[in-house]
């Protein structure tokens, strides 16, 4: 069966500071990837999605970067993080098309910015 | 670009009373998708829904899609309290990249046991 991992699991880091997240999936191949961020615990924001290996899509201009390595690896980066970058952010895949596929998440990362 | 927007953002209910959501997208939609999330965790798929007018049925939920495929609602009846949790639509544009659902803001359902 297919897993999705995600880590950190919480993650406190001052503003200014590099970030580095990271989601792998297991079980599946070519995966459609995605980065969400859920502030204060409500609505999903689409921040990046990929659809192979080095291709990546980004939604919303911020001072966030996404990567896909291999296969079935995501990251999301920032070189300084804002104040505004806190929240939980979760990472996603689905198969086939994708927009017709359910989408399956990871626990999340809870990142607070101090 | 395109919006899904939900209403109420908040329920509270007491145990036994009956829950809806709504969902309507400004665009008409090819699919849409209803997730539950429980506090503290992740969004789980609960259901699509494809065809105009479709309704499908899991135990106590009942899930619609408009005729317009523009709207959608899910109807929980005789609630419990482990259907606490917050509710997502999320939709793909008709037309618009396979890749990419638009999620609403959710509705965060509280029972009073």
């Known amino acids: 069966s297919q897993t999705i991992h995600q880590w950190p699991a919480t993650l406190v880091q001052p503003v200014g500071s590099p970030l580095s997240l990271e989601c792998t999936v297991e079980?599946?191949?070519?995966?459609?990837l995605y980065w969400y961020r859920q502030a204060a615990g409500r609505g999903l924001q689409l921040l990046f999605y990929?659809?192979?290996?080095?291709?990546i899509s980004s939604e919303v201009p911020q001072n966030l970067s996404a990567s896909r390595p291999q296969d079935r690896q995501f990251i999301l980066s920032s070189k300084k993080l804002l104040l505004s970058d806190s929240g939980f952010y979760l990472c996603?895949?689905?198969?086939?098309?994708?927009?017709?596929?359910?989408?399956?998440f990871g626990d999340g990362t809870r990142l607070s910015i101090l | 670009g395109q919006q899904v927007m939900q209403i109420p953002q908040y329920q509270h209910v007491q145990e036994g009373e009956d829950f809806t959501t709504y969902c309507n997208s400004s665009t008409t939609l090819s699919n849409i998708q209803w997730y539950k999330q429980r506090p503290g965790g992740h969004p789980v798929f609960l259901i699509q829904l494809v065809k105009s007018g479709e309704v499908k049925k899991q135990k106590r939920l009942t899930f619609q899609f408009g005729e317009a495929k523009k709207n959608s609602s899910l109807h929980i009846t005789a609630t419990q309290t482990t259907d606490v949790g917050t509710y997502f639509c999320a939709g793909r544009r008709s037309g618009g990249s396979n890749y990419k659902l638009t999620f609403g803001k959710g509705t965060l359902l509280t029972v009073n046991p």
């Open positions: 990929s659809v192979g290996i080095g291709q």
């Open positions: 996603a895949w689905t198969d086939g098309t994708g927009g017709l596929q359910p989408q399956h």
């Open positions: 079980g599946t191949s070519n995966p459609n």
